[in-house]
């Protein structure tokens, strides 16, 4: 054939005006996970080994199939789902999803425990003629998704790419979430989007990444997304009972937390100290109980202010020295102390 004929075969792209997707855009759009997962897309859940990710990721499936569960407090798009564990023993998802309540009574949950085959491209197939069948999915789990698509070398950008355009084709094939998991680094960086062991095309690919990480013995949770609110930093607890995890406080707020109490613990024993200074001296100077009191003095002369002002101590004007003392309490006060 021709350039010339290969020319006349080439067709334009096909066209939407903006006003089309306009008059088209629907309401309100929740998503298969509100705020989380879309209907049809592709996104990634990325951690390093023993963080939680296939447990994170069954608790997922039963939320979807039941419909009737939030998942992370997000309500939930009922459907079918199409599970691929390619790594971990059987058994373990059997108790799991006995544990977090499974009945099936709306939504079918597909099970696969099996070897993929050796070149990714059969498996893709494998995968799409399993889908042919099951025309109620609408969340596909990949855990993890190197065993599926076999990747010769996860650092190149074009090869990790175009595996995440296969998979986001497969999605939009048969309108459906496809969620995979992936290992993440041994060691994270500050941004933890590079976490993902190989290219960053694995981040760049997709809608939704979820990120799992460790700090101390706590779990952290995040998310980085196109669509919905991203999740800060967040603590991702584990109810060992019914073997579910739910959001905790954000790594934030813990952390402002854990400086209120200290402050305030330090407030309460910087006013018992200078409280015990005083009454064990007589009419000392700010210098003498500055000096007896460990701490700040920025922070030691704020709460000598504060325990003038609430009269619990008292201030006296000494030439140019400020004396302290003691305040005796009521008779009723000192009762109840």
């Not at 999803?97 to 099996?114: A, D, N, P, S």
């Not at 789990?141 to 790419?161: C, F, H, N, Q």
């Not at 330090?266 to 000096?291: C, H, M, W, Y």
């Not at 009191?293 to 000598?304: C, E, F, M, W």
Request: proline share 4%; aromatic share 6%.
């Amino acid at each position: 054939m021709s350039e010339e004929t290969k020319s006349k075969n080439i067709k334009p792209f096909k066209l939407h005006t903006g006003l089309e997707l306009v008059n088209a855009a629907p309401e309100t759009y929740h998503g298969l996970v509100d705020e989380l997962l879309l209907d049809v897309g592709v996104s990634m859940l990325c951690g390093k080994p023993k963080t939680g990710k296939s447990t994170i990721l069954r608790q997922l499936a039963v939320c979807v199939a039941e419909g009737s569960i939030p998942f992370l407090g997000k309500p939930t798009h009922c459907g079918d789902v199409l599970y691929l564990n390619l790594e971990g023993p059987k058994g373990v998802v059997q108790q799991h999803f006995k544990k977090l309540g499974l009945t099936e009574k709306r939504g079918v949950i597909y099970f696969i425990h099996q070897n993929m085959p050796y070149r990714g491209e059969a498996g893709l197939q494998q995968l799409e003629a399993t889908l042919d069948v099951l025309p109620n999915v609408k969340l596909v789990i990949v855990d993890p998704v190197g065993k599926l698509v076999r990747l010769a070398d996860s650092d190149s950008y074009d090869e990790v790419t175009l595996a995440v355009e296969n998979l986001e084709q497969i999605a939009k094939k048969y309108s459906l979430h496809l969620l995979f998991s992936t290992h993440g680094k041994k060691r994270q960086g500050d941004d933890v989007g590079d976490s993902p062991i190989g290219s960053t095309g694995f981040r760049g690919g997709t809608d939704t990444n979820i990120f799992l990480g460790k700090q101390g013995t706590q779990r952290i949770i995040s998310t980085e997304q196109r669509w919905g609110i991203a999740m800060d930093p967040t603590l991702l607890k584990f109810d060992d009972k019914r073997q579910e995890m739910y959001l905790g406080m954000t790594v934030e707020a813990e952390e402002e937390q854990k400086q209120e109490h200290s402050d305030r613990k330090t407030t309460e024993r910087i006013e018992s100290d200078i409280l015990d200074f005083l009454s064990a001296e007589e009419n000392p100077t700010q210098g003498e109980v500055l000096k007896a009191v460990t701490g700040k003095n920025v922070k030691k002369l704020k709460i000598l202010e504060s325990l003038v002002g609430s009269g619990r101590i008292k201030l006296d004007q000494d030439g140019k020295a400020m004396r302290y003392s003691s305040v005796a309490l009521p008779t009723e006060e000192r009762k109840a102390a």
